[in-house]
């Protein structure tokens, strides 16, 4: 089956937003076995719009589209499948009572303009949004299919996974499992050749993507039933965890954040943190994890050494050029005056490379606790704009291996 893909709006075109839909809906494709040969972007001008889907179901067996479905006059996917179709747009009784009903949860009335959230060809079934106020399409018609999902990421993926995911398995005939494992610390090529031997097998399937929090593997298997597939990949899973060992910290859904909380609750241990370099990203990230007032005391956010000497570290120190030496104090400094077992601090330090005039930063992370085994300090190097981030996850991902040991 031959695919393609139409992220609509101008949006995209003028670089306000990034485009993360496509490559997540390339990523599942893949799996489901389905042929990616077209991804375009087109923005809220019917002539163009129209063209594009033309083009598209002339030469691809199932389009899928994202964006347009909103219920402003420029949200024209509707109209130009409508009019692709040769088909006339109406408004579905249980699709409007179920946007009123939408719109009273929340005390609020229904705009007009909405209604329009509420149409369907005959050739169209609505896909479910609870998300949000923009139902899906899925059009079969001409044994052609077009599915149109909302633009923004968490309303079209939860669309994807609950609507659309389950109905092209239905047809595959087949049950297609995944597993994703999730690494840090090492780079993608480099995981990539160490799992050389594993990733010429067409099923189970291994991919590898490199994300913000590390590098991660999707497993994917395909068998008559779930118990084989899940067997398969159970398998597989052996085999990586075997080759990659610490360097793993989750799988699926997990998050560094999460993983790391739940390790500190088994341990009955809790958690206070102290940030120069990164002003308080560590904070927010933890800050907002579920669970987290169970186990996370707080942070301080210290950019400047007259405030880290207001909140108690030695002057002497907070002006001195042993950045370790200042990350070790603040993660002794954090864990001592919130009361946690454990403490986090993170310092940094950046210049220019006199040869690219880039800004490379280093980070220091340091981490204390009541126990005698538990403190450490570690450096990365990197960009700036990366490491200011990337340094919270280095934190976490050496939390969790300590908690391991």
């Known amino acids: 089956m031959k695919a393609e893909i139409i992220s609509i709006g101008t949006e995209l075109l003028l670089g306000e937003i990034v485009d993360t839909n ?56 509707r ?13 579905a009784p249980q699709l409007k009572q179920e946007l009123i009903n939408f719109f009273a949860r929340r005390g609020l009335e229904m705009p007009a303009s909405n209604v329009r959230q509420a149409t369907l060809i005959p050739s169209s079934t609505a896909l479910v949004n ?10 079969e018609k001409e044994g052609k299919i077009i599915v149109s999902m909302p633009g923004p990421p968490g309303e079209m993926q939860y669309m994807w996974e609950n609507q659309v995911l389950p109905r092209l398995q239905k047809r595959a005939g087949a049950a297609i499992l995944t597993r ?7 780079s993608e090529a480099k995981v990539d050749e160490m799992l050389a031997d594993l990733t010429p097998s067409p099923n189970p399937t291994l991919a590898t993507y490199a994300k913000l929090d590390g590098i991660y593997i999707r497993i994917a298997a395909k068998a008559e039933t779930e118990e084989e597939a899940r067997e398969m990949i159970a398998r597989r899973e052996a085999d990586v965890r075997a080759i990659l060992g610490d360097i793993i910290w989750g799988v699926d859904d997990d998050s560094q954040e999460g993983v790391a909380g739940r390790m500190l609750l088994e341990e009955g241990l809790s958690l206070a943190v102290a940030e120069s370099f990164t002003g308080g990203f560590l904070t927010h990230m933890l800050g907002t994890a579920a669970d987290s007032e169970r ?26 050029e042993d950045k370790a030496e200042v990350a070790r104090a603040m993660a002794v400094l954090a864990r001592q005056k919130m009361g946690a077992t454990v403490g986090i601090g993170i310092e940094g330090e950046s210049g220019v490379e006199p040869e690219s005039g880039m800004v490379p930063g280093t980070v220091f992370i340091a981490i204390d606790s009541e126990k005698a085994d538990l403190h450490t300090v570690r450096s990365y190097s990197g960009r700036l704009y990366q490491m200011k981030r990337r340094a919270a996850y280095y934190a976490l991902f050496d939390l969790v291996k300590l908690l391991k040991e």
Request: aromatic fraction near 8%; hydrophobic fraction near 45%.
């Open 180 to 186: 994703m494992i999730k690494t840090f610390g090492t």
């Open 295 to 320: 186990y996370f005391k707080g942070g301080l956010v210290a950019a400047t050494s007259e405030v880290k000497i207001a909140l108690g570290l030695d002057p002497n120190l907070a002006n001195s």
């Open 130 to 139: 609870p998300q949000g106020t923009a139902p899906g399409w899925w059009v």
């Open 79 to 91: 109209d130009a499948i409508a009019a692709l179709l040769g088909e006339e747009l109406k408004v």
């Open 22 to 77: 496509t490559s997540f809906l390339a990523s599942q494709l893949s799996v489901l076995g389905i042929d990616l040969y077209f991804t375009s972007a087109v923005g809220d001008n019917p002539a163009r719009l129209q063209g594009v889907l033309k083009q598209a179901w002339d030469r691809s067996d199932i389009i899928f589209t994202t964006g347009g479905l909103g219920p402003t006059q420029d949200d024209l996917t």
